[in-house]
């Protein structure tokens, strides 16, 4: 594995390891941003993870949620909050937050580190902004 294979996926690991089952990804965020990932941007169904990081880029591909031919459902952003919520409260796994991300219209979602923000979008250009908490390791 190059380093920054390496570093992304032991900084995934650790921040795993101390996750917390509610409210987890700004750990997770926090873990990854002082790993040197500077975004992370992921395409929905493909489940397709690029993480841009201080050095380099690194694609990690998970598995797709759908196959084949399908419609894209319309963006909709009061079900796509209702999924983070749940996701937040420890009440979803990151498979079936993403799956009802897809549900919810979004086909691609941007988490920026740095300024702890992640920007969601739909198909048309739609998008919701949802700032995360800052955490201290």
Request: hydrophobic share 40%; net charge neutral; glycine share 10%.
């Amino acid at each position: 594995m190059t380093s920054l294979i390496t570093k992304l996926t032991e900084a995934q690991k650790y921040a795993m390891s101390i996750r917390p089952k509610i409210g987890g990804f700004p750990v997770l965020a926090e873990v990854l941003r002082q790993a040197g990932v500077l975004m992370n941007r992921w395409t929905l169904p493909s489940c397709q993870s690029v993480y841009m990081m201080q050095g380099g880029s690194v694609v990690q591909q998970g598995t797709p949620l759908v196959t084949g031919v399908h419609e894209i459902p319309v963006f909709q952003k009061d079900h796509l909050i209702k999924a983070l919520r749940k996701d937040q409260e420890g009440g979803s796994t990151f498979p079936e937050f993403l799956q009802a991300a897809w549900d919810a219209g979004v086909v691609g979602y941007e988490a920026h580190l740095n300024e702890r923000k992640v920007v969601y979008y739909g198909v048309n250009g739609e998008s919701y902004l949802e700032v995360y908490p800052e955490v201290y390791l």
